[in-house]
């Protein structure tokens, strides 16, 4: 008996001590939070942005931090940042309508007006890249069993044929959506002032237009320290990495 309580109590022992070192950091990292509102609250803008990353760089990315950081940028007048952080925090709540209409307020307010989607890509938007790739595989289990069917009961040829052909057509249109979604999924966010699109990945080479900051661009492929990219009018060309930051961050 004495044993089993002196191991219940070891184990109680052992439990605060690592626990302990979890509340200590949330409470700090509460405090950390605080004071970052705080400092936006008195217009320091660069102490709030200086705390706010602070938070997502030791504790990764949360909605409410980052969301906060772009308020931060934007208030500073860090048009590409804000929207970065603004697009980072809808990527973990989608449907914030904070973090929705200050997006578009940042957005309206800097003319930076999307351009107007096309019927290709208002079909494609219908649904999410996971609703896509989920249609596919519902429509390739469904021609497996079709196929299924017909071994076993030899179903009449011009229902079967239908059946096939409309689901073989709902299939490739699902497959050419999620590639398109895939694309986009995670686009980059220009955020520096002054860019241009260039025609070839080298320093000096000669401009292909004017890029505004804030905008989205969708890379294509990457060379050394430039990167392939191509805007929401169409038009393609170079950037250097550092001017345009993706909206989810690839762990190293």
Same mark, same amino acid.
């Given at each position: 008996?004495?044993?089993?309580?002196?191991?219940?109590?070891?184990?109680?022992?052992?439990?605060?001590?690592?626990?302990?070192?979890?509340?200590?950091?949330?409470?700090?990292?509460?405090?950390?939070?605080?004071?970052?509102?705080?400092?936006?609250?008195?217009?320091?803008?660069?102490?709030?942005?200086?705390?706010?990353?602070?938070?997502?760089?030791?504790?990764?990315?949360?909605?409410?931090?980052?969301?906060?950081?772009?308020?931060s940028y934007a208030q500073r007048g860090d048009t590409g940042l804000a929207i970065l952080n603004y697009e980072r925090a809808l990527k973990i709540s989608p449907?914030?309508?904070?973090?929705?209409?200050?997006?578009? =307020?940042?957005?309206?307010?800097?003319?930076?007006? +999307? %351009?107007? &989607? @096309?019927?290709? /890509?208002?079909?494609?938007?219908? #649904?999410?890249?996971?609703?896509?790739?989920?249609?596919?595989?519902?429509?390739?289990?469904?021609?497996?069993?079709?196929?299924?069917?017909?071994?076993?009961?030899?179903?009449?040829?011009?229902?079967?044929?239908?059946?096939?052909?409309?689901?073989?057509?709902?299939?490739?249109?699902?497959?050419?959506?999620?590639?398109?979604?895939?694309?986009?999924?995670?686009?980059?966010?220009?955020?520096?002032?002054?860019? =241009?699109?260039?025609?070839?990945?080298?320093?000096? +080479? %000669?401009? &292909? @237009?004017?890029? /505004?900051?804030?905008?989205?661009? #969708?890379?294509?492929?990457?060379?050394?320290?430039?990167?392939?990219?191509?805007?929401?009018?169409?038009?393609?060309?170079?950037?250097?990495?550092?001017?345009?930051?993706?909206?989810?961050?690839?762990?190293?």
């Amino acid at each position: 008996m004495r044993n089993k309580t002196s191991g219940t109590l070891l184990a109680m022992v052992l439990l605060i001590l690592v626990m302990v070192p979890f509340g200590v950091q949330a409470t700090d990292l509460a405090s950390r939070f605080e004071e970052g509102n705080a400092a936006y609250s008195r217009g320091d803008y660069d102490s709030a942005v200086e705390i706010f990353s602070e938070i997502t760089s030791q504790n990764g990315n949360a909605a409410s931090v980052l969301y906060n950081l772009a308020n931060s940028y934007a208030q500073r007048g860090d048009t590409g940042l804000a929207i970065l952080n603004y697009e980072r925090a809808l990527k973990i709540s989608p449907n914030d309508p904070d973090i929705l209409g200050n997006l578009a =307020k940042v957005r309206k307010d800097r003319g930076l007006f +999307a %351009t107007e &989607a @096309g019927k290709l /890509e208002r079909l494609f938007s219908i #649904f999410s890249i996971d609703g896509w790739a989920i249609l596919a595989l519902c429509c390739l289990f469904v021609m497996i069993l079709l196929l299924a069917i017909s071994l076993k009961t030899r179903p009449g040829r011009r229902m079967f044929f239908t059946s096939w052909s409309c689901t073989l057509v709902i299939l490739t249109l699902s497959v050419f959506a999620t590639a398109y979604n895939y694309r986009s999924y995670n686009p980059l966010v220009v955020v520096a002032g002054g860019v =241009k699109l260039q025609i070839s990945p080298f320093e000096g +080479a %000669t401009s &292909a @237009g004017a890029i /505004e900051e804030g905008r989205l661009v #969708f890379p294509i492929k990457s060379y050394n320290n430039y990167t392939y990219v191509q805007d929401g009018a169409g038009r393609k060309g170079w950037l250097k990495n550092d001017e345009a930051l993706a909206v989810i961050q690839r762990t190293p």
